[in-house]
């Protein structure tokens, strides 16, 4: 108990210390940090906007917010996942591509009724980033293929093997990306109408919180839970322990493949609804930043990935109102990661000060 404590408050300063950086940069550039920050709470419906547009409001900007922050909720828990298990899947975006690739060709585009569509968009969309996750992990016990390198090789073909079938079939010769899906596969029910105010209402967010639950619950209270976190802390000594190593790494590659998954069809075809060509999201890439973050705890990541999507979706109506470059974001982005992945090392240090002192 007395760890976590640690763990939450090295965290906290982890993140003040890097707004604080981030702050200093922005005075530099010649603009007021407070007001920048505070335009990243508007822009997510935290904060209230000085006017709205017609069908508009506070509420409505946050729920706009919860949809774009569903996604990243996927991501970093398929991150954690293989974390846990010692590996690092770096393939994140890759694998979110391929499930809203698939799914968006087979279910986006059809005439099924949204009860059907709908779940089985899900469905489709997690066997997908499981077989893709799962060939990561198979890759790895059988011919011992670093996952970083299987993940990033496998992200360049999914990009540049559905970027072709995109310009080729389903192309919008307006907008350049995909083709929009239907309303019934969408799993964002977009614009609903809700007291004279326009709600963006994200199907997947649920899911996320369940998941989270889930995730907590197994890697608790269950045999596949200690398996995959005595591997990843040794495999050498799991493997004396009778722990079937191999299959654990395949297994724990699987299940964060299952969640990418997900988090592809929330975002492909629940926020963004479709696909741009040659390009890999960052969602996959800031998910290793949420995952640090919140210290691959799936509660601990609904916080960090609720404070990392203020940035990123915050940013563009800062860069409107603060006359700051979205870029900035990023850097602030950036800096929160530097920090996190320094927190194990001052935890260390905090701790051994502390032992010295008992």
Same mark, same amino acid.
């Given at each position: 108990?007395? /760890?976590?404590?640690?763990?939450?408050?090295?965290?906290?300063?982890?993140?003040?210390?890097?707004?604080?950086?981030?702050?200093?940069?922005?005075?530099?550039?010649?603009?007021?940090?407070?007001?920048?920050?505070?335009?990243? *709470?508007?822009?997510?419906?935290?904060?209230?906007?000085?006017?709205?547009?017609?069908?508009?409001?506070?509420?409505?900007?946050?729920?706009?917010?919860?949809?774009?922050?569903?996604?990243?909720?996927?991501?970093?828990? !398929?991150?954690?996942?293989?974390?846990?298990?010692?590996?690092?899947? $770096?393939?994140?975006?890759?694998?979110?591509?391929?499930?809203?690739?698939? #799914?968006?060709?087979?279910?986006?585009? !059809?005439?099924?009724?949204?009860?059907?569509? =709908?779940?089985?968009?899900?469905?489709?969309?997690?066997?997908?980033?499981?077989?893709?996750?799962?060939?990561?992990?198979?890759? =790895?016990?059988?011919?011992?293929?670093?996952?970083?390198?299987? +993940?990033?090789?496998?992200?360049? $073909?999914?990009?540049?093997?559905?970027?072709?079938? $995109?310009?080729?079939?389903?192309?919008?010769?307006? +907008?350049?990306?995909?083709?929009?899906? !239907?309303?019934?596969?969408?799993? #964002?029910?977009?614009?609903?109408?809700?007291?004279?105010?326009?709600?963006?209402?994200?199907?997947?967010?649920?899911?996320?919180?369940?998941?989270?639950?889930?995730?907590?619950? @197994?890697?608790?209270?269950?045999?596949?839970?200690?398996?995959? =976190?005595?591997?990843?802390?040794?495999?050498?000594?799991?493997?004396?322990?009778?722990?079937?190593?191999?299959?654990?790494?395949? #297994?724990?590659?699987? @299940?964060?493949?299952?969640?990418?998954?997900?988090?592809?069809?929330?975002?492909?075809?629940?926020?963004?609804?479709?696909?741009?060509?040659?390009?890999?999201?960052?969602?996959?890439?800031?998910?290793?930043?949420?995952?640090?973050?919140?210290?691959?705890?799936?509660?601990?990541?609904? $916080?960090?990935?609720?404070?990392?999507?203020?940035? +990123? /979706?915050?940013?563009?109506?800062?860069?409107?109102?603060?006359?700051?470059?979205?870029?900035?974001?990023?850097?602030? #982005?950036? *800096?929160?990661?530097?920090?996190?992945?320094?927190?194990?090392?001052?935890?260390?240090?905090?701790?051994?000060?502390?032992? /010295?002192?008992?």
């Amino acid at each position: 108990m007395r /760890k976590n404590k640690n763990a939450l408050m090295i965290a906290v300063i982890s993140v003040l210390a890097s707004l604080l950086v981030g702050a200093v940069v922005i005075l530099i550039l010649g603009k007021n940090p407070l007001s920048a920050y505070y335009n990243l *709470l508007q822009g997510c419906g935290l904060a209230p906007k000085a006017k709205y547009a017609g069908g508009k409001s506070m509420l409505t900007d946050f729920s706009s917010y919860v949809d774009f922050w569903t996604p990243m909720i996927f991501a970093a828990l !398929s991150c954690a996942v293989a974390m846990k298990a010692g590996l690092f899947n $770096i393939g994140i975006s890759g694998q979110m591509l391929v499930a809203g690739f698939i #799914t968006t060709a087979t279910i986006g585009y !059809s005439t099924i009724p949204g009860i059907v569509a =709908k779940p089985l968009a899900v469905l489709i969309g997690a066997f997908c980033g499981m077989l893709v996750g799962g060939l990561i992990g198979y890759l =790895k016990y059988k011919f011992n293929i670093n996952e970083v390198v299987s +993940s990033i090789m496998l992200n360049y $073909i999914a990009s540049y093997m559905i970027s072709f079938f $995109i310009q080729t079939r389903y192309i919008d010769p307006l +907008s350049r990306q995909s083709k929009p899906i !239907s309303d019934a596969a969408r799993l #964002t029910f977009h614009q609903i109408r809700i007291g004279g105010y326009k709600y963006d209402l994200p199907i997947g967010f649920i899911l996320a919180i369940i998941a989270a639950c889930v995730i907590k619950f @197994i890697f608790d209270k269950t045999v596949l839970g200690f398996e995959l =976190k005595a591997v990843g802390l040794n495999r050498t000594a799991a493997n004396y322990a009778g722990i079937r190593v191999g299959r654990s790494i395949v #297994t724990s590659m699987a @299940i964060s493949g299952f969640l990418a998954g997900i988090a592809g069809v929330t975002y492909y075809l629940g926020y963004f609804a479709s696909i741009q060509p040659r390009t890999l999201i960052s969602t996959g890439y800031d998910a290793i930043a949420v995952c640090l973050l919140g210290s691959s705890d799936p509660f601990g990541i609904l $916080i960090a990935s609720f404070l990392i999507e203020i940035i +990123s /979706k915050g940013s563009t109506y800062m860069s409107s109102q603060a006359g700051l470059e979205s870029e900035i974001a990023s850097v602030i #982005t950036g *800096l929160i990661l530097l920090a996190s992945a320094c927190n194990a090392f001052f935890l260390a240090k905090y701790e051994g000060r502390k032992r /010295k002192e008992a």
